[in-house]
């Protein structure tokens, strides 16, 4: 948890979190679901401590916008899976 936070907070710091592709893991393992479900729930709980901390904007539809890119949407560009 505090390497996923470290690595979000670096990312931050340097203005480049919401191009951020997300958490990179061996995909053939059964293990990685569980894996990315709590790299989701660590993100979501920092950018809502931030959040509470008058850190970043109080802004639902500007955050969740974030997590969408950050969790999804940037890999799908990344990798070019387009519908």
């Given amino acids: 948890k505090e390497g996923m936070e470290w690595q979000i907070n670096a990312l931050s710091?340097?203005?480049?979190l919401s191009h951020w592709v997300g958490m990179l893991t061996d995909s053939r393992s059964?293990?990685?679901?569980?894996?990315?479900?709590?790299?989701?729930r660590v993100f979501c709980n920092l950018i809502a401590r931030d959040a509470a901390a008058g850190e970043v904007?109080?802004?639902?539809?500007?955050?969740?916008?974030?997590?969408?890119?950050?969790?999804y949407g940037n890999a799908r560009?990344?990798?070019g899976f387009y519908d």
């Fill in 30 to 40: 059964f293990m990685s679901f569980p894996r990315h479900e709590y790299f989701r």
């Fill in 13 to 16: 710091n340097l203005g480049l």
């Fill in 77 to 79: 560009r990344y990798f």
């Fill in 57 to 71: 904007p109080d802004d639902f539809e500007l955050l969740s916008a974030l997590v969408e890119r950050v969790c």
